[in-house]
């Protein structure tokens, strides 16, 4: 095994000497190894840019200048451009399944090796993509190993060239441009959430659609004092409030829980809220209210131009609902209201629950459809390297 794992390594070793566009794409397997700090000692070590599954946000933190973002079905356009171009990818502890690759596989290798590492045999052998190289092992001891291994070689690398166009693509490319209308949105609130608690340790969750995806493009996550958790590709909506009841039930002393949910999510467990009241939990909840169930609502309006069964939807006052509950209750429904209320959410650690109603309209984009490459997201155009 030893012998095996050196020749692997040498072969790596090489392909970053020789590589001008490498990438690292981070998976849930950093968290499931616990491998967080070794994982962040590599990226030093090799000055590899980096973008991350959706599960796996916050590895690296948000604003480390080699970290870029998510990538996939809802993921940055300029994050996949950098998987799509990349000529070396070292895939760890990620699935690379349909929601990151897309569907359109055909040029995925092309002028590119690829090297993974997984536990789990199975997603070795039947992927989607093909390693070049494969190694079946704990992503921890291999992290662990291959830094021993680097330190040996006295290697410096450099990808600066590489660095300044994915970067170059961020600043051009950046899904905060589709939302800086006037109308309060989803962007806006979670933006401000973020501003607002950036030196708090918080644990996030979030329910399931456009408001997910939302939180993981602009919210700011660095663990372990920034948390994210989400059911990711399972989609599982009313998976929001509990888990983070179940994170602050054990979460250390000052920790907020900071729960994002949409109008469609808050409904499957809405009841416990009568948890979080019982347990005092400093918990606040964000339910933004878009009167649809917009992921499948976009769909249903880009296929056939209404959301007849998704759209349109009545909801109650969820703000009315939490201080039935016992919790404090409050409206967002203007964005010059944001700050003000904030200020006032975060005043104290209670749990309140704060309803924002949030415009109809906002979509998820850009979004990678069916047919499309990771470089021609829906509405660009083909981006060439």
């Given at each position: ?31 499931i ?8 000692d ?14 796996a ?64 045999k ?30 040996g ?22 899904s ?73 039930l ?34 606040k ?13 976009q ?21 009315a ?44 984009l ?12 829906y ?7």
């Amino acid at each position: 095994m030893a012998e095996v794992l050196v020749n692997d390594f040498d072969k790596i070793f090489n392909l970053l000497k020789k590589a001008q566009r490498p990438l690292i794409l981070i998976g849930n397997g950093v968290y499931i190894s616990q491998a967080v700090p070794v994982f962040r000692d590599l990226i030093d070590q090799c000055q590899l840019p980096c973008v991350s599954s959706l599960p796996a946000l916050g590895a690296l933190p948000s604003d480390h200048p080699l970290s870029f973002s998510f990538v996939g079905h809802t993921g940055e356009f300029f994050a996949n451009l950098a998987l799509f171009y990349s000529d070396l990818l070292l895939a760890l502890g990620v699935r690379l399944d349909l929601r990151q690759t897309g569907s359109e596989i055909k040029d995925f290798k092309t002028n590119k090796k690829v090297v993974r590492v997984d536990i789990d045999k199975g997603e070795l052998d039947f992927s989607r993509i093909e390693g070049d190289i494969n190694i079946q092992m704990d992503l921890k001891e291999f992290l662990s190993r291959f830094s021993e291994y680097l330190k040996g070689k006295k290697e410096s690398f450099s990808y600066q060239n590489w660095l300044a166009k994915i970067k170059g693509w961020e600043k051009e490319l950046n899904s905060s441009r589709f939302y800086q209308g006037k109308a309060l949105n989803m962007y806006q609130v979670i933006k401000a959430v973020d501003d607002i608690t950036k030196n708090r340790q918080v644990v996030v969750s979030s329910g399931v659609g456009t408001h997910q995806q939302l939180v993981a493009r602009c919210f700011s996550f660095d663990y372990p004092r920034r948390i994210w958790l989400t059911s990711a590709g399972h989609g599982t909506m009313g998976f929001d409030i509990p888990v983070n009841i179940g994170a602050m039930l054990e979460s250390k002393p000052n920790t907020l829980g900071i729960v994002f949910v949409g109008d469609g999510s808050f409904q499957m467990n809405t009841q416990e809220l009568a948890t979080i009241e019982e347990y005092r939990l400093p918990i606040k909840i964000f339910v933004l209210d878009n009167s649809r169930l917009g992921i499948v609502s976009q769909f249903q309006k880009l296929n056939w131009k209404r959301d007849p069964s998704t759209g349109n939807k009545h909801n109650p006052s969820f703000s009315a609902i939490a201080k039935a509950y016992g919790l404090k209750g409050y409206d967002i429904s203007s964005s010059e209201k944001i700050v003000p209320i904030l200020k006032e959410v975060f005043a104290d650690d209670s749990p309140a629950l704060v309803h924002c109603k949030v415009d109809y309209n906002e979509d998820v984009l850009p979004m990678l459809m069916g047919g499309q490459k990771l470089n021609e997201m829906y509405p660009f155009e083909e981006v060439p390297l």
